[in-house]
């Protein structure tokens, strides 16, 4: 989509205190990029150069991709990976599906194949210890996929080992809330997508106003988001930083879109110090 319409790349910054992370890991630097929709005017050529380049400039240790690569078509994914490609970072790219990844049934292999093809290591309820046993990176399977299953993750993890946990969804950090997670990162809202200054995201005040408006009018509305509690239930976590008892979620707001665009609501990569 065109700059004008989604607004100009914004880099967040973000410190966060991990307890009994290793001094040998404080400073470790991470990178966040999510839902790219890289399908159509979802997401420019040059947005996505830029985003890339953000990335790189920070010299990260780990890229962390957090789902929704493509948008209907699974096709897509192949031309993605020619860009991400050009993604640097010192101890390894990983990523998780979103729920537009695994729709039809046979995206998620080709997804997969086109991500392992260029070293992008996918997590579908997995954990690994990209730096040894003193930090674990999980990465949990879409919520809509039904098989997400906290359940048999994290009893594995040693309760005094730190964890960065990828969830594309944010509403799974309620379900998750009973086990620590240090951070969690998630996408899926795009941050509302549109952003009314005062109001906040539109799609949870759709409901009202379809009731208050002529019906083809509201038949439109209707298309841009028919369920917006079926999107995200917790529209406060829709951006930025939140706690959840003693967990922390960072909703990243994504870097592409679809129909009806962006609006007051900055495509952006998010780089994260953990201290």
């Not at 990523?95 to 997590?123: C, Y």
């Not at 799974?172 to 200054?197: E, K, N, Y």
């Not at 369920?227 to 707001?253: A, C, M, T």
Request: aromatic share 8%; hydrophobic share 40%; glycine share 8%.
């Amino acid at each position: 989509m065109h700059k004008f319409f989604t607004g100009s790349l914004t880099i967040e910054r973000l410190n966060i205190l991990i307890s009994h992370l290793p001094e040998s890991l404080k400073g470790t630097k991470l990178v966040q990029l999510s839902d790219f929709h890289y399908e159509g005017w979802g997401l420019s050529e040059q947005l996505l150069f830029e985003a890339i380049a953000a990335s790189n400039a920070a010299k990260p240790d780990l890229v962390l991709l957090t789902g929704d690569y493509v948008t209907d078509k699974p096709n897509s994914i192949h031309h993605l990976v020619q860009q991400l490609k050009h993604l640097e970072s010192s101890a390894g790219i990983y990523a998780i599906l979103g729920n537009h990844d695994i729709k039809p049934n046979e995206s998620r292999t080709e997804i997969i194949q086109a991500l392992t093809s260029i070293g992008i290591q996918v997590l579908w309820n997995q954990i690994v210890y990209p730096f040894g046993d003193g930090l674990a990176l999980v990465g949990m399977a879409d919520f809509y996929s039904g098989e997400f299953n906290p359940k048999a993750v994290f009893p594995h993890i040693p309760e005094q080992v730190p964890r960065i946990v990828l969830s594309h969804h944010p509403d799974t950090a309620a379900m998750m809330s009973r086990w620590r997670i240090d951070l969690q990162l998630s996408g899926h809202t795009h941050g509302g997508q549109i952003v009314l200054p005062r109001i906040g995201p539109l799609a949870p005040k759709l409901t009202k106003i379809r009731q208050m408006i002529p019906q083809p009018l509201s038949r439109c509305l209707s298309s841009i988001n028919k369920k917006p509690d079926k999107v995200i239930r917790h529209w406060e976590w829709s951006q930025g930083l939140h706690q959840i008892n003693q967990n922390f979620l960072y909703v990243n707001r994504g870097l592409g879109t679809y129909f009806p665009g962006r609006l007051f609501c900055a495509p952006e990569v998010t780089v994260i110090t953990l201290l």
